[in-house]
Nanobody, 125 residues
Framework: QVQLVESGGGLVQAGGSLRLSCAAS????????MGWFRQAPGKGREFVGA????????YYTNSVKGRFTISRDNAKNTVYLQMNSLTLEDTAVYYC??????????????????WGQGTQVTVSS
């Protein structure tokens, strides 16, 4: 079992930055691939990005490439999502998730075994 707790959300003006954190407890954090998803009001859950267990590879959805960066600190059992140049379209609840393995596609929510409770990010004009 892994417990995930996100933090760092809040209200930010368009063009600003936020850094989300996701702290994990339970099984060795370094064995999990980690993903970030988001869900805007009235929309489905959307893949944002992912990082492999070792931290070697990162993947992003096209809309955040060049603006968002995922990193992890396995010694601190924490994964981060640095978000820059935020736009109104980035407003959503952001979730981190842990996957034991990727069977098909890291961007599929069904690949992830554990989820955090989410943190709200609101971008204002």
């Amino acid at each position: 079992q892994v417990q995930l707790v996100e933090s760092g959300g809040g209200l930010v003006q368009a063009g600003g930055s936020l850094r989300l954190s996701c702290a994990a407890s339970g099984r060795p954090f370094s064995s999990y691939h980690m993903g970030w998803f988001r869900q805007a009001p009235g929309k489905g859950r959307e893949f944002v990005g992912a990082i492999t267990a070792s931290g070697t590879n990162q993947y992003y959805t096209n809309s955040v490439k060049g603006r968002f960066t995922i990193s992890r600190d396995n010694a601190k059992n924490t994964v981060y999502l640095q978000m820059n140049s935020l736009t109104l379209e980035d407003t959503a609840v952001y979730y981190c998730a842990a996957a034991i393995r990727y069977s098909r596609d890291y961007s599929w929510a069904s690949e992830y075994n554990y989820w955090g409770q989410g943190t709200q990010v609101t971008v204002s004009s």
